[in-house]
């Protein structure tokens, strides 16, 4: 049968929050510059830095951000489960698949946005393979997501360890990165002229 809960949505105010979310969202990468081809094959030739900057402190205030907010005011924390065999599959999938596009799924839709026309196949293709999971989904959940499956837990939950323990550690993890990066900014430099230049400079789909 065809399912009709499809086609429910939430109420005006929560679209109206995703949309404002969104269009935030967009406006950060793109002033990032992680909506670039360039920026994100820098940081895997390791010479832009921009992008693990840019999620480092992304992960660092948004843990203090949803731990402040769970505890002060009991805001609902949504633990997915820790399916090792799974994740480590498709976090495999996904690294090659940004590591050859130069795109992950939302700086792809950011970039179309900005005008670049060479990430249009990517998303098609995203969406295709979200698409063939969907199919193959029921075959992944009874010999997949089992395998390795320690349920809906944190590291807190494993240890023992009060979570702001780990949200300290991140902090501090975060810190030591840009200290240690500190000379490499968002742009390669040249040392003898002071000039900077984008990363990589011969991208053959740096351009829209």
């Known amino acids: 049968m065809f399912n009709l809960d499809l086609f429910k949505f939430d109420t005006p105010a929560q679209l109206a929050l995703g949309l404002v979310t969104g269009i935030v969202f967009g406006v950060l990468l793109q002033r990032a510059r992680v909506t670039r081809y360039a920026t994100i094959v820098g940081q895997f030739l390791w010479k832009d830095h921009t992008v693990i900057k840019t999620m480092l402190t992304a992960v660092a205030v948004g843990s203090v951000g949803v731990y402040a907010m769970h505890q002060m005011w009991d805001v609902p924390l949504h633990v997915k489960a820790a399916e090792i065999l799974a994740v480590s599959v498709g ?34 293709g995203m969406l295709t393979g979200a698409a063939i999971y969907a199919e193959v989904y029921p075959w992944f959940k009874a010999h997949v997501l089992p395998v390795a499956n320690l349920g809906k837990v944190t ?54």
Do not use: Q
């Not at 976090?91 to 060479?118: D, K, N, Q, W």
């Open 91 to 124: 976090g495999v999938i996904f690294g090659v698949g940004m590591a050859l596009l130069g795109y992950c799924p939302g700086t792809g839709m950011a970039a179309i946005g900005e005008g670049s026309r060479h990430a249009i196949p990517g998303v098609i």
């Open 155 to 208: 590291f807190a939950d494993i240890t023992g360890v009060s979570i702001w323990v780990f949200v300290v550690a991140l902090i501090v993890l975060a810190s030591v990165v840009f200290y240690l990066l500190r000379n490499r900014g968002g742009k390669t430099g040249d040392k003898t002229t002071g000039t900077t230049h984008d990363v990589p400079t011969n991208a053959p789909h740096a351009t829209a």
